[in-house]
Structures are given as structure tokens and as C-alpha cells.
């Protein structure tokens, strides 16, 4: 079946940098556009960025445009999400994001507290 698992995240101070990977299984990685969003308390999921399939292409929102780059190992099925220069702003959970024929199909979460 389809999964996605991240790791990474925790508690860092304003300033610092995080890098969040999402290893994937169960379909056809490297045909598959992936996804990154994140979601402050209480809100919906927003939509960060994403990358498509062979890497060459990604596109990031202007909040985080310059601060976060998405990268993919498609020998490896994982995608990252680096981020740096992390404000308190950034904080929220974030989640990694995968549509295929058979559904759209998320990573478990991974939250990110910028504090100091």
C-alpha cells in the first residue's frame, strides 16, 4: 500500500534550519509530482511547494521562497524539505503529499516549533 513517512523536525530557535525527509513506498516514485504543506494550528493545510517527478522542476510559495528548497532522490524515494532561516511563523506541522489515480495520500506529519 501507498505510505509515506517523515522524520525530521522539533524545536529549533528563529534563525536555525531544519531539513524534513518523506520516504515513500508502495508506488511509482519517480513518476510522482510530491507535495509539501503545512498547517498551523487550527487551520487548513496550506500548500508550500512541490517537485516534480524527475526534479527538475519546483515551485515554492513566496512566504518561504529563498529560506526553504525542495529536493528528491528518486533512488532513494525520498523527498526533503530543507528549511532555513526558520522563524516563528514557520511553525507548524508539516506534511508531505502524493496524488495518484488511486487517491491523494499523506505523510503521517512532522511538527516544527521555531522559538526562542
Known amino acids: 500500500q501507498v505510505q509515506l513517512v517523515q522524520s525530521g523536525g522539533g524545536l529549533v530557535q528563529p534563525g536555525e534550519s531544519l531539513t524534513l525527509s518523506c520516504a515513500a513506498s508502495?508506488?511509482?516514485?519517480?513518476?510522482?509530482?510530491m507535495y509539501w504543506f503545512r498547517q498551523v494550528s487550527g487551520n487548513q493545510r496550506d500548500y508550500i511547494g512541490y517537485?516534480?517527478?524527475?526534479?527538475?522542476?519546483?515551485n515554492l510559495v513566496s512566504a518561504v521562497k529563498g529560506r526553504f528548497r525542495i529536493a528528491r532522490d528518486n533512488d532513494k524515494n525520498t523527498v526533503t524539505l530543507q528549511m532555513n532561516n526558520l522563524t516563528p511563523e514557520d511553525t507548524a506541522i508539516y506534511y508531505c503529499?502524493?496524488?495518484?489515480?488511486?487517491?491523494?495520500?499523506w505523510g503521517q506529519g512532522t511538527q516544527v516549533t521555531v522559538s526562542s
Open positions: 508502495g508506488f511509482d516514485f519517480r513518476t510522482s509530482d
Open positions: 503529499r502524493v496524488t495518484l489515480d488511486s487517491g491523494t495520500y
Open positions: 517537485i516534480s517527478a524527475h526534479g527538475r522542476n519546483t
